[in-house]
Structures are given as structure tokens and as C-alpha cells.
């Protein structure tokens, strides 16, 4: 029998979450739909209903802490207005404290790129999710180029640029604590980006 259509939704994201709780303990090698039934409080029926496997929950994992991180970043443009350079510079820092105070979202991203590796379904899913941050932050570099305050350059190789550099950084910030500070990574990260789109002087 199907869930009610009320508590489907919810019953939904309790078993993400608990997936993503579970990914973060025992990693995607570790992960069983037994597991993750236990920790969601459903039985292993219910849990099938919704996803009929380890790589479709994988899947809703990477798609709920993408959809987390758009609203943590959508949030931190918001208060910066309109001005891109402000935009550019909340969205770094959006991303870089997510790495710190929600270090769970990136053992997703991780243990779903290490099974991505062998999946080409999973590959094209990362490359559009890619895409679309490409396209997120190239709009706010075209936006700062057209004002003035960004040399002419093309926003989505920019915006290659920038993502790459946050990334890594990002991937230091949860993984190694001692290597820097969000404060510190946040100032490093900024300067390099407000940098490399600095007009040239005349």
C-alpha cells in the first residue's frame, strides 16, 4: 500500500536525511538500504517504495544538500544587493562556512564523486549540477563586467575558475581543520577572485 499522499513528502525527506547521516558515519561502501531504513524508522518496504536502490538514494542525497546549499547561497546574495562584486564575494563565503558548519554535506559530494567515477549516469548527473553553478556564478561576473567593475572576460570560464578555486579550498576546510580558518579561507578566496576579475589599469 502506498503512503498516504500527506506523509509522503515527509516521510521522503526523513529517509534522505537519515541517508545522509548514514553516508557520513559508514560512507557509500558502508551503506546498506538495512541501515538506512533503521535510521529513517521505516521498515525496508517503505523504504523501497520510494527508492529502489543504493545509487537512487545516493542520488536524492547529493540533490538535497545541492538544494541546501542554493538557499544558503541564494540567502547570502540576497543581503548583498545588488552590487556583483558584493554577490560574488557573499556567495564564496556562503560556500566556504558550509564546509565548516555542515562538514556531512561534503562527505556526500565526496563518497557520490568516487561512484560517479564508475557510473556515467551519475557522471552527466554532477556535470549538470555543475553546469548550473557555472551559469549561477558566470551571471553574477557578466553582471559585474557589464557594470564596469569587472574586466571583459567570459562569465561561464570565469565562473570554472572561481568554482574550482572554492572547491578546493572548501574540501580543506572540511577535511583539515589546521590548515586555515573559514575567516582566513574566506579572505584568501575573495582576494584571489577579486583579483583575477580586476580590470587592468589604464
Same mark, same amino acid.
Given at each position: 500500500m502506498s503512503p498516504k499522499r500527506g506523509v509522503a513528502?515527509?516521510?521522503? @525527506? /526523513?529517509?534522505?536525511r537519515a541517508t545522509i547521516r548514514c553516508l557520513a558515519r559508514d560512507g557509500y561502501t558502508g551503506l546498506t538500504m538495512k541501515k538506512v531504513a533503521r535510521e529513517a524508522g521505516v521498515s525496508q518496504g517503505i523504504l523501497h517504495y520510494y527508492f529502489a536502490d543504493k545509487r537512487a538514494i545516493l542520488v536524492a542525497a547529493l540533490e538535497t544538500v545541492t538544494a541546501d546549499l542554493d538557499r544558503r547561497v541564494a540567502a547570502a546574495q540576497a543581503r548583498g544587493g545588488k552590487d556583483a562584486k558584493a554577490r560574488l564575494q557573499a556567495l564564496v563565503a556562503a560556500c566556504l562556512r558550509l564546509a565548516v558548519e %555542515?562538514? /556531512?554535506?561534503?562527505?556526500?559530494?565526496? %563518497?557520490f564523486w568516487g561512484e560517479m567515477m564508475?557510473?556515467?549516469?551519475?557522471? %552527466?548527473?554532477?556535470?549538470?549540477?555543475? %553546469?548550473?553553478?557555472?551559469?549561477?556564478?558566470?551571471?553574477?561576473?557578466?553582471q559585474g563586467?557589464?557594470?564596469?567593475?569587472?574586466?571583459? @572576460?567570459?562569465?561561464r570560464r570565469a565562473a570554472a575558475m572561481i568554482l574550482g578555486l572554492?572547491?578546493?579550498?572548501s574540501l580543506q576546510l572540511a577535511?583539515?581543520? @589546521?590548515a586555515f580558518s573559514v575567516a582566513e579561507a574566506t579572505?584568501?578566496?575573495?582576494?584571489a577572485v577579486m583579483r583575477y576579475l580586476a580590470r587592468e589599469a589604464p
Open positions: 513528502p515527509i516521510r521522503r @525527506t /526523513t529517509i534522505v %555542515e562538514r /556531512t554535506f561534503w562527505i556526500v559530494f565526496v %563518497e564508475h557510473d556515467r549516469r551519475l557522471r %552527466e548527473i554532477n556535470a549538470a549540477l555543475y %553546469e548550473r553553478m557555472r551559469r549561477l556564478i558566470g551571471a553574477v561576473v557578466v563586467v557589464r557594470a564596469g567593475a569587472f574586466r571583459r @572576460t567570459d562569465g572554492v572547491d578546493g579550498v577535511f583539515d581543520s @589546521t579572505r584568501f578566496c575573495s582576494d
